[in-house]
């Protein structure tokens, strides 16, 4: 019993455990200074459906549980604040002290853990007795960027759908969503000035039924569609801010665009009639470089960037297939008056744009693992996907690297043996052990440089995954077990222990009804 009290996923840097409990009872109130209210708030909104106590929120100092908050936290040159947190429980109440707020969001989240599982409930429990150990908790992140990425594109998910994921996110101390909102078979959120791009991208005519595999290929037929409005996005940012958790956006470019194209022709390379792609895959259409093509993708990026306050945005920059690069006479007198070598030079040129462009507003580009391949674009962030050593390379070069490569972060891949047993996924294996083993520091990156290395990344690619159900499937546990390794110390790492508190974690994961996995293969 002594050790479940304590299961806490991630587990925090130290934990010492003191005589007897807190109990809070309907009476109980919850204070906060001037910086600690809306983690107050937060707390309070947590605790009522479970045990129906309205707690209210003063700014009293003589009430049970108490949030002291230094200040808004001083974002460093990547926009990430401190997040650690301290955290005191005797049996007279419990103190949260924080030099930022993002460290009091995440005590938090340590502080629900605490208490029976039946606290994650989303309706009444009568006569339940809400208890907690004396604790003295030191905690802080191990790394900075902790994400989850979801691919919106290949099948849509609602805002409510979107925001209970970033809940379970935030329960369990990611502060990343990255979202895929574009790419060849869907376009998902509004631009003002190109109404085209949601009116004709955001909907397909059909979808792919079966495996990308399989031929032939089999689709159902029915339209499928959905996109997000810009009051719905600015609605997800606040519901992801008031869990410290950032969203970061990704517009995924010059490939991955077909149902750009469809909606906009004249972006694209041929006079091919278009259509928001069917099935997976990688499309072959591809942007233009003309200039037109480059102030359009700019006046996007300017859209964007007024939603999401994020330092960094995503351009994607992944499988842009060269084909018609290669076969446009246009493109060939493109890359020649721009004085560039080739196809791939272009494409590096084609980031840059988009890099200046993002520099002059103070943000930071950030892109999968190719847009280096044609050399190095200044100041970009880097998102390893591939199995490669282009990581370790960035980041000796000094570029900041998130890594997220597909080996073990696609969480989209298989997670248990049989896999004729599962439920069809891309492809892969990646287990909860595979998961848990993952070490972010890459091989070959120089002592030097490892900080360098500013996180990692779960990947939800969702051609497989139409439903939150499946969604949840294959994110959970593997999502507990990337938090634990983005939060926790490395040096501290046991995957015994891991499965110890993961077994009792489950309960809490089954008071949210959180359709995980239920196997926990090594
Ligand atoms: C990717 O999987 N294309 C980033």
């Given at each position: 019993m002594e050790r479940e009290i304590v299961s806490i996923i991630p587990q925090p840097w130290s934990t010492e455990k003191n005589e007897g409990r807190f109990t809070l009872s309907c009476d109980s109130k919850i204070s906060a200074n001037a910086h600690g209210c809306e983690a107050a708030e937060l707390l309070a909104y947590?605790?009522?459906?479970?045990?129906?106590?309205?707690?209210?929120v003063t700014n009293r100092a003589d009430t049970a549980i108490r949030i002291n908050v230094g200040g808004n936290g001083q974002a460093d040159d990547a926009g990430f604040t401190d997040e650690s947190y301290e955290m005191k429980i005797d049996m007279q109440g419990v103190n949260i002290s924080a030099p930022a707020r993002a460290g009091a969001v995440r005590g938090i989240q340590t502080l629900r853990q605490l208490f029976p599982p039946a606290i994650f409930s989303d309706r009444r429990i009568e006569n339940h007795k809400w208890t907690i150990p004396c604790l003295h908790i030191n905690d802080k992140p191990a790394f900075k960027w902790r994400g989850m990425h979801l691919d919106v594109s290949r099948h849509f998910f609602n805002v409510e759908e979107v925001e209970r994921f970033i809940d379970l996110l935030a329960l369990h101390k990611f502060n990343i969503l990255h979202l895929h909102l574009t790419d060849d078979q869907g376009w998902r959120i509004e631009i003002k000035q190109y109404p085209g791009l949601t009116a004709i991208g955001a909907r397909r005519e059909c979808s792919l039924t079966g495996h990308e595999s399989d031929r032939p290929r089999k689709y159902d037929d029915q339209p499928y569609g959905g996109f997000y409005t810009q009051e719905d996005i600015r609605r997800l940012v606040d519901f992801a801010a008031a869990r410290e958790i950032t969203i970061v956006p990704e517009?995924?470019?010059?490939?991955?665009?077909q149902a750009a194209i469809s909606a906009y022709p004249e972006l694209g390379n041929t006079?091919?009639?278009l259509k928001p792609r069917c099935h997976w895959g990688i499309s072959?259409?591809?942007?233009?470089?003309?200039?037109?093509?480059?102030?359009?993708?700019?006046?996007?990026l300017d859209e964007i960037m007024e939603l999401f306050p994020s330092r960094f945005i995503h351009i994607g920059g992944d499988e842009a297939l060269k084909h018609e690069w290669s076969e446009s006479r246009e493109i060939q007198d493109r890359i020649l008056a721009l004085g560039l070598k080739n196809e791939h030079d272009l494409q590096?040129?084609?980031?840059?744009?988009?890099?200046?462009?993002l520099?002059?507003?103070?943000?930071r580009l950030i892109g999968w693992d190719e847009i280096i391949e044609g050399g190095i674009v200044a100041g970009v962030a880097v998102m390893n996907w591939q199995v490669n050593n282009v990581g370790a390379e960035a980041a000796n070069a000094g570029h900041d690297v998130v890594?997220?490569?597909?080996s073990h972060l696609y969480f989209n891949f298989y997670q248990s043996e049989p896999t004729a047993e599962e439920p069809p996924a891309i492809?892969?294996?990646?287990?909860?052990?595979k998961v848990y083993s993952f070490n972010p520091f890459l091989d070959g990156v120089a002592e030097d440089k490892k900080h360098h290395i500013i996180g990692a990344q779960g990947q939800l690619w969702t051609e497989y995954i139409s439903s939150m159900k499946q969604l949840e499937y294959m994110a959970f546990p593997r999502v507990c077990a990337l938090g634990e390794i983005l939060w926790s110390a490395g040096e501290k790492k046991s995957f015994r222990d891991f499965l110890m508190r993961l077994e009792y974690h489950r309960q809490r994961l089954a008071c949210l009804n959180v359709n995980a996995h239920q196997q926990a293969a090594v």
């Open positions: 947590y605790l009522r459906p479970a045990t129906g106590y309205a707690l209210p517009i995924d470019m010059p490939g991955h665009m006079d091919i009639s072959q259409h591809i942007l233009n470089a003309r200039d037109s093509t480059v102030e359009f993708m700019k006046n996007v590096r040129w084609f980031i840059g744009q988009m890099n200046s462009h520099q002059q507003k103070g943000r890594v997220a490569q597909h492809g892969g294996m990646t287990s909860l052990g």
